[in-house]
Structures are given as structure tokens and as C-alpha cells.
């Protein structure tokens, strides 16, 4: 029972990476822009939260340099698509390729870094409960903020007024347009926001989840996060619920070895990514699924007076 507990709150802890980066891609989405470098996004977070960490050793302020690095690069990126009208995809592509080698090359001298004893986070009193103590009242306030931002989300895209002009542009930019909102400067601020919390979760990776720097070490995290928005059907709290289940299926893998399975390495390894492929091929065997929840202008440029 001891083991079922930690194995279930190392998922919580590992779906929470997924789940902060899908959220940010979900605004980026809802506003009709799609954002393929978000594996580089959180390269680069992650060796700025990092190296911020081991020179002022503050999590605070490693969150906060990851943040500023996301947000920095998704704004060079929104430049790009939204007044530039470059192509999304390739632009995206080319961030992720851009994120990869620079957090590699910047990267170098922190491979033997090394950060100070993690604390010990625990709820007073809740923490102590059997097994649902260990689960739950044991864990990062990150895991805790990442279920706070998904609860948050839903009211601002579906109780807010801001939120409804945000999935307004996300459907119909030029009727918007046609209102007076501001397109382009929306899909900026959706873009940016969204980087911001793919930074957020880069940082969490290397200061809190690992913590340590290794060149790659979001290891197609950043993938992951954009197909789980396909499959929550770009809706936050599915969002949380599908990078739990990666996370539980990225544990499971431990877990196994652990338990001494006869498995090879390689295929415990490869776990996650086939349950990506796996949701993705059912959920593409209805389109129309897709067709009917996916924001209309997803993918497509704008130009305001055409």
C-alpha cells in the first residue's frame, strides 16, 4: 500500500510539468495561435531557472528567471506570426530548434552544478493521514499551484469577459476585429502568457523535479504538452487529468524496474510517448470531435483590413 501511495504521488509531482506547460499552450491556442517550440521554451527555462538557482540560491527567483526566458522567446516568436504572418509551424519548428541548441551551448559549465538539499514540503496535520497524507499533502506548492491555475483558467475562458473576447479571437479574429478588439495585441498577450508558464515549468523541471542540468533534459516533454491539448479538446481540466495520466505512465516505467520486470530499458523508456501516439490516433479517428471543439482560426494568419 506504502508503494502504491508513493507511486501515485511521484505522478502528481511528474504530471505537474505537463500540466502548467499544456495550460500555457491551451491560451496560446484559445487565441488561435499554435506554438510548436515549446520543447525549446522550456530548454531554455530550464537552464535559466537553473543557473539563476545555483548563483542566488532562490527558487523564487529561478522560477521567475524561467518565466522571463518562456515569456522573452514566445514574444520574439508572436512578433513573428502575428505581425510578420510567418508560418506558425515552421516559426514554431525553428524555436524548438533554436531553444535546443542555445540551452545546450549556454548549458555547459552547469553539467556538474549541483543545487542545495531540497526542502521537505508537507501540509501540517493533513500530511500525517495514512496513505492519502503521502499522496497528496506531501508535495511541491507548484502541484498545488498547477491544479489552482487550472481551476482558474476555466473561470477566466468561460466566466469572464476577458476569456470569452480571448475565445472570440481564437474563433473568429476578423469578427472581432469588426467589434474593435485588438486582435494582434490579444494574441500577443495570449502568446506571451502561455510561454511565461511553459517557462514555468521548464524551471520547475531542473530546479525542483530533477534538480540538475542535463543538455536535453525536458526529453519531449514540450511534445507532450502540445498533444495533450488535442487531447483535453482544448479544455483545462481534461488538460490536468491527461498529464496525470502521462505522468502516471512516466512512473510506471520506474516502478516496474523497481519491481524487477523483465522488460527491456529502452522499451519502459519509449512507455509515455507510445500512450501519446496511442490517445492521439483514437481521438484522430474522429475528426469531426476535433473539428467541433478546436478554435476555428487555430493555425491561421490574420490580416486586419483584408
Known sequence: MNELALLLAATLNAGTVLAIAGLGLLINERSGII??????????????????????????????????????????FGLLVIWLNTNQYATGLALSLFGSGFSAFVGIEYTQARLSDRAKWDVPGLSDIPFIGTVLFKQHPMVYLAVALAAWLFWFLYRSRAGLVLRAVGESPE??????????????????LGGALCGLAGAYLSVIYTPLWVEGMVAGKGWIALALTTFATWRPARILLGAYLFGGVTMLQ??????????????????????????LVLISRNPTWIRVNMPASLGKPFFPGH
Open 175 to 192: 469578427s472581432a476585429h469588426a467589434l474593435g478588439y485588438p486582435v494582434r495585441r490579444i494574441r500577443l498577450a495570449a502568446v506571451i
Open 35 to 76: 506554438n510548436l517550440g515549446a520543447e525549446g521554451l522550456m530548454l531554455v527555462a530550464a537552464i535559466a531557472g537553473f543557473a539563476t538557482a545555483v548563483h542566488t540560491g532562490s527558487d523564487l527567483l529561478g522560477f521567475g528567471a524561467g518565466m522571463a526566458a518562456g515569456a522573452l522567446l514566445s514574444a520574439v
Open 254 to 279: 520506474f516502478a516496474l524496474q523497481g519491481e524487477g520486470v523483465q522488460i527491456a530499458s529502452q522499451w519502459l523508456t519509449m512507455l509515455p510517448y507510445l500512450a501519446t501516439i496511442v490517445v
